[in-house]
């Protein structure tokens, strides 16, 4: 629980440094995205991650406590809360890889004549696909709590109830 207090300091921390960093930007045209830019984006979605990663680790039937005994919730509301924190991160996941697209679109990384900066960018970009998978897996683990899909996801388009295995295993029994 120490960690889940942590990390909402460092949410709050994150998302502050992403309002300096957009107000301070005014001359920046609005159509371009910057390295730091993608990179404040991810280190939220990265922070909102790890915090529901945690709430759902915690024990059930226990409140949530840091070890100076704050309550950050109570023993009804973590599972709840925790589904809350994965919604803003879906959200925030979304529109980093909108801004990774933006960014693609535009060329970044592929004009800089400079080999280091378009490695930034790369590295970038396989910080945002990691983090993705990171979402990924919250989301299976929150539908293994409900007991049904995961988060966002639909059944198939004629109505019916699709297999609930994984693709992996449908694979395996047809070959």
């Known amino acids: 629980a120490d960690a889940a207090g942590a990390y909402l300091q460092a949410l709050e ?11 301070s930007n005014n001359d920046h045209p609005k159509d371009s995205v910057s390295l730091a830019d993608l990179t404040r984006h991810r280190k939220i979605v990265e922070t909102l991650i790890l915090l529901t990663e ?3 680790a915690c024990p059930a039937g226990h409140d949530v406590v840091t070890e100076t005994k ?8 973590r599972i709840s809360l925790a589904q809350s924190y994965y919604e803003q991160t879906q959200q925030a996941q979304q ?9 693609a679109a535009k060329g970044a990384g592929e004009k800089d004549s400079k080999i280091a900066k378009k490695k930034e960018w790369e590295q970038e970009k396989e ?12 989301g ?16 198939s388009q004629n109505g019916e109830e699709e297999d609930s295995k ?8 047809k070959g």
Do not use: W
Request: net charge positive; charged share 20%.
């Open 70 to 77: 704050a309550v950050i919730c109570k023993a009804a509301d």
């Open 95 to 103: 529109e980093t890889v909108l801004l990774m697209a933006q960014a």
């Open 13 to 23: 921390h994150r998302q502050k440094e992403l309002r300096r960093y957009k107000n």
């Open 127 to 138: 910080n945002v696909c990691f983090a993705s998978t990171l979402v990924m897996g919250v």
């Open 166 to 173: 994984p693709p992996a295993t449908k694979k395996a029994k």
């Open 54 to 56: 945690e709430l759902l």
């Open 140 to 155: 299976l683990q929150l539908a293994a709590l409900d007991g049904g899909e995961p988060p966002n996801t639909s059944s």
